[in-house]
């Protein structure tokens, strides 16, 4: 891949990667937790966006990135997905790059990192981090998920300022 290439396609990530922050402070006005997912497919197509689900049944599973491979492997083909990229506001956490292993995801990038979460949630007891990176989940499997982040990840922060402090 060309210079040019490589450029064009860091800036398509960073878009698509924004695109998730807004569905992240979507989520925010929903009662939510700020965490968006947005799956875009080969030719730079938006296929799905979901927004964290924790409210109103207060389900801890409904992250963003799980909801939306849940989605994601019901309604769109092996092939699409394989060639698909989620973009995520955060790392996924174990349970998320689980899911979105098992539905065939073949690319992930991602705005903050796992660690800088936890450094903003401290102990909230709403968002239990693990410390367990997304790339050591998809490395244990048998099929490649490429992960590109953190990336853009002091504009991914900014989304969760005042939030945990609840």
Request: some cysteine; aromatic content about 6%; glycine content about 8%.
């Amino acid at each position: 891949m060309s210079d040019a290439n490589n450029s064009n396609h860091l800036l398509d990530d960073e878009s698509f990667l924004r695109h998730s922050f807004a569905v992240a402070r979507r989520a925010i006005s929903h009662g939510n937790h700020p965490f968006g997912a947005v799956l875009v497919n080969r030719e730079g197509s938006v296929l799905l966006e979901v927004e964290n689900g924790f409210m109103p049944s207060r389900d801890r599973t409904a992250h963003a990135e799980r909801l939306l491979a849940t989605m994601a492997c019901t309604t769109l083909s092996a092939d699409v997905l394989a060639a698909a990229t989620l973009y995520s506001s955060a790392e996924p956490c174990a349970m998320c790059a689980g899911a979105i292993y098992w539905a065939g995801i073949g690319r992930v990038v991602y705005g903050l990192s796992e660690h800088r979460l936890r450094e903003l949630t401290g102990n909230h007891p709403e968002n239990p981090t693990l410390d367990l990176p997304c790339r050591n989940v998809f490395d244990s499997g048998q099929r490649k998920t490429m992960v590109v982040g953190p990336l853009l990840e002091d504009e991914a922060t900014v989304v969760h300022e005042g939030i945990w402090a609840r």
